[in-house]
């Protein structure tokens, strides 16, 4: 099964506030067609969370989608965390906010093939299993981290496997 926010038109929105809750068994498109820009996942606020069993694909071809977790919601991926999948899908991003915590049991991409996505951490919480890349076989990803003063990669946050910039395969 397959859950597609944005299939082909723009400006699609899930969101998760005000302690909703929800789970989808499935993997996750959003910003699917070249055309689908501009679409999100949001969770925000205290008791908000969404999860899923399958992998997220933020930007499969559409660009400048996102992934918003802020104000202590959470979002828990039990599989990959996919930031600009393909070739066409540019600007993409995954912002992890204020006392926001993001839990990915396998990889996450920034930009596996996708360029000018991001990944920010403002005064979140990331938990990663497996590994951390940015920039596999794409140019101009950025992982950008706020917030702390801890000068560690990813700060209070854990990487379970490597941290990994400009993979070629």
């Not at 501009?38 to 205290?46: D, F, P």
Request: glycine share 14%; aromatic share 6%.
């Amino acid at each position: 099964s397959l859950t597609i926010i944005g299939d082909t038109s723009a400006h699609n929105t899930l969101t998760f506030t005000n302690g909703a809750s929800g789970t989808a068994n499935h993997i996750i498109f959003v910003g699917n067609a070249a055309s689908a820009n501009t679409s999100a996942i949001r969770v925000g606020g205290a008791g908000s969370s969404f999860s899923t069993t399958e992998n997220l694909a933020i930007g499969v071809n559409g660009s400048n989608n996102e992934l918003l977790v802020t104000d202590s919601g959470q979002f828990d991926a039990q599989a990959s965390l996919y930031i600009g999948f393909n070739s066409a899908a540019a600007g993409n991003s995954a912002t992890i906010g204020s006392n926001a915590v993001l839990n990915v049991d396998e990889t996450i991409y920034v930009g596996l093939n996708g360029e000018d996505s991001s990944f920010t951490i403002d005064q979140g919480h990331v938990s990663i299993t497996d590994d951390f890349i940015l920039g596999s076989r794409s140019l101009g990803n950025r992982y950008l981290h706020s917030g702390s003063t801890n000068s560690t990669a990813l700060s209070t946050n854990r990487v379970g496997g490597s941290f990994i910039i400009g993979e070629t395969e």
